[in-house]
């Protein structure tokens, strides 16, 4: 139930187009949902983050859109560029108490061709 | 956000020694993380360290073989113990900010290389 189901585990796409990963979870405890960017060699990257009381977040060419009632989400990054090859991780957080526990979709490896 | 730095950034050992890495925050932070990403997969959590309280645990992970210090708001270390090469990942710690608890920074990371 504290699981978060990302795909596709990879994906290719054309400079310009658009990538799409999507993102689903079981548990309605989860109230944070954060999306983070990891380039080989570093540590994640917090890039955007909603909560389910919005319907989608645009941050420049990312966009989550979040839909409360199918509990899925999902990363559109629009006019997608070589420097956006990199693996991308959906999470949710809960908080047991203490402290907000993060729970991480198991990747999406992005390579944008040019 | 917060400057998160790690040391070592990467290291060969030897198994049966046992690795303690360092992370340095340069601001207080409330809540520190440690987690495991072992090579092409997701990142899972190890422990939760609070200051001035021991370390809180996920299941599959014990303190005796992963002991976790936090001996004040900008400082923990990690030990890897009686290391194996199943135990070859990075690790990772994170950082909540007060006032933006629902967030966690990352440090860059500690490669970990059991031969």
């Known amino acids: 139930q504290q699981q978060v189901k990302q795909s596709p585990q990879s994906l290719i796409v054309q400079k310009g187009g658009i990538s799409i990963i999507n993102c689903a979870y079981e548990?309605?405890?989860?109230?944070?949902f954060p999306w983070y960017q990891q380039f080989p060699g570093k540590g994640p990257a917090l890039l955007i983050a909603?909560?389910?009381?919005?319907s989608e977040k645009k941050e420049g060419r990312f966009t989550i859109s979040f839909n409360k009632s199918a509990k899925q989400f999902s990363l559109h990054i629009m006019d997608s560029q070589p420097g956006d090859s990199a693996t991308y991780f959906c999470?949710?957080?809960?908080?047991?108490?203490?402290?907000?526990?993060?729970?991480f979709g198991a990747g999406t490896r992005l390579a944008v061709h040019p | 956000s917060a400057v998160i730095s790690q040391k070592p950034s990467r290291d060969i050992c030897q198994r049966g020694t046992s690795l303690t890495i360092q992370c340095q925050v340069d601001?207080?932070?409330?809540?520190m993380f440690w987690y495991r990403q072992q090579p092409g997969q997701s990142l899972t959590l190890i422990a939760t360290?609070?200051?001035?309280?021991?370390?809180?645990?996920e299941s599959g992970f014990v303190i005796d073989k992963f002991p976790i210090s936090r001996p004040n708001l900008t400082f923990s270390t990690l030990t890897v113990s009686n290391m194996s090469p199943e135990d070859s990942s990075i690790y990772l710690c994170?950082?909540?900010?007060?006032?933006?608890?629902?967030?966690?920074?990352f440090g860059p990371g500690t490669r970990l290389l059991v031969l």
């Open positions: 548990n309605t405890a989860f109230d944070y």
């Open positions: 360290a609070n200051q001035g309280s021991e370390a809180t645990y």
């Open positions: 999470a949710a957080s809960m908080y047991p108490g203490g402290y907000n526990k993060l729970i």
């Open positions: 601001s207080q932070v409330t809540m």
């Open positions: 994170s950082v909540e900010i007060r006032g933006r608890e629902e967030t966690q920074y």
């Open positions: 909603i909560r389910p009381d919005v």
